[in-house]
């Protein structure tokens, strides 16, 4: 929906999941939509980079979540949110569902 908007298809994925989870990580996020884990960790790097998620390490996993400071990141979620209604309603349940913690 806003590939065209972020330039990327795997970003929107990104900014979604951790919208709807509020954090992941890229093997979680990677499974999740069935892709490989090398493109969800390059957006994950850019979009750390541009100051939109920060990351933190707990064990050996990189855990990223939205940057509170981000300038606009209610602007953002809210457009997040706006696009995910014209979303598939399978697709919208998928990521709107409860998720599981690992042990």
């Excluded at 920060?54 to 509170?68: D, I, K, W, Y």
């Excluded at 209604?85 to 569902?97: G, S």
């Amino acid at each position: 929906m806003l590939e065209e908007l972020f330039g990327s298809k795997n970003r929107e994925r990104v900014l979604q999941f951790i919208l709807a989870n509020n954090d992941g990580y890229a093997k979680q996020i990677a499974d999740f939509y069935g892709s490989s884990v090398d493109p969800i960790q390059k957006q994950l790097e850019r979009l750390e980079l541009g100051s939109i998620l920060v990351s933190q390490t707990v064990g050996r996993t990189r855990l990223f979540m939205f940057n509170p400071r981000y300038a606009f990141k209610n602007e953002l979620e809210a457009l997040l949110l706006k696009a995910r209604e014209f979303y598939a309603p399978d697709e919208i349940e998928r990521l709107t569902k409860q998720r599981k913690r690992p042990r």
